[in-house]
């Protein structure tokens, strides 16, 4: 089944598409093109994932109409993709894109295939009942923490431009719209799975395991049990995904199950946010009134996740139903233990040990709990034990507590062989000191709304180099004066 508007576009051909969900997977999508906007602006374009991706940047920078949608490159099959979404643990059989449009997909300059997707660009069969539209800050949020994410070596999505469409939403308070372009290795969700599950629909689900397999993880064709083989790859990836979040302060905020994605990249940053103090029940998202997805969940949220995509895969690991679920368990089970270990080597990286010794987790559990109990930035704190701990001791009310943790530390790096400077180099690449602090994104937004683009701008430069000192983006290292604070940070809806 597929939906398209009246052809109203003018093609343009800087962009050479290769669409392998579109050509493959029918039924699995409906076609829908954007819908035209009135006077589209560009607001930022990315030269350098441009260059990534193989295309012509200088020819399209400036091309707002194409990033917006009023335009569409030759080759281009726009589609809504389908897909269903266990919601803050509610199941809803049918979600899809309702406002998001796939472009496309591009090969870029190592051979990886990925997707090519507008934000904000129109409704959709899937919108129920919604505008399809994005509202000004929700793109400049996901624009800034999306590149961040990357600069701090977090695999996710990436930002190629941002455009201001010349028209308004109706949010609370109403605001001006503006269009995403996000790059993914792909938009295929859990919850895409769960679409067809819950459909009995067992032909689609195969053909779409295929296709994962063959565009993410080749290698499980050649297990004697290739769906349990996929399902291990990227069990295997959330797990080092979300240990990744977890040392740098990061809270998704929404981790449904369409939130996920297969490829082990984050996805949709709507409420999220990064800790200034330390706090592991730490909770931004207005919509999480419960904490189900607060701080520390996060291995707990990704483990139920990948529960229900074992579920979906299940008729495909073997036809005896008891057999596939006894298969599955030990693999789901083995969770914790993976993403534990992908938690230490991040956390002994960042208190400066490159072995593996017992009683390291403890040691850094102290170090946690002493910085919830005396409120110490999670960012700050960590980089200033990489200068030292004349540094970090000032940072905790409770300095004889700090003495006592230092001294372990000191006696545990004592039976490091690395050199000093080689352990301070670990530390520093390990500890970021610039992160996109909620104060400063909102700070962006609230100037972008009045059209001043310069602090988006400035924040976004600073971003690019977060393990970096630098003396002219040292403002953007400081915590949140009382009245800065941001306790709350909403979806992009």
Known sequence: MRYYPPNRFDFVTQISFDNSYHRELEGLYLGVAPTRVSAPQMIKFNDRLAAELGLDGGALKDNAALFSGNDLAQGSQPLAMAYAGHQFGN???????GRAILLGEVIDNKGKRLDIQLKGAGPTPFSRRGDGRAALGPVLREY??????????????????????????????????????????????????????????????KRLADYVIERHYPSS????????????????????????????????????????????????????????????????????????????????VAQWNLARLAETLLPMIDEDAEVAVGLVTPLLESFSGRFETYWLQAFRAKIGLSSAKNGDKELIDKLLNLMHKNAVDFTIGFRALS????????????????????????????????????????MRLANPVLIPRNHRIEEAIAAAILGNYEPFHRLSAALERPFDDLAEFADYQKPPLTGELVTQTYCGT
């Open 91 to 97: 199941f809803v059989p049918q979600l899809g894109d």
């Open 144 to 205: 800034l923490v999306s590149e961040a994410m990357y600069a701090l070596g977090i695999p996710a999505t990436r930002a190629l431009a941002a455009v201001l469409s010349g028209d308004m939403v109706y949010r609370q308070p109403p605001s001006p719209a503006a269009v995403f372009t996000r790059v993914a290795a792909s938009h295929i969700r859990v919850g895409t799975f769960q679409f067809f599950a819950a459909r009995g629909d067992i032909g689609s689900l």
């Open 221 to 300: 064709k050649l297990a004697r049990k290739p769906y349990l083989a996929l399902f291990e790859a990227i069990l295997e990836a959330q797990a080092s995904l979300i240990a990744k979040w977890m040392s740098v302060g990061f809270i998704h905020g929404v981790m449904n199950t369409d939130n996920m994605a297969v490829s082990g990249e984050t996805i949709d940053f709507g409420p999220c946010a990064f800790m200034d103090s330390y706090d592991p029940a730490k909770v931004f998202s207005s919509i999480d009134e419960h904490g189900r997805y607060a701080f520390s969940n996060q291995p707990l």
């Open 387 to 426: 200068e030292g701990g004349v540094e970090a001791r000032a940072l905790f009310i409770d300095h004889q507590a700090f003495d006592a943790w230092q001294e372990e530390w000191l006696a545990r790096l004592a039976l490091e062989s690395n050199s000093v400077q080689e352990r301070a180099e670990i």
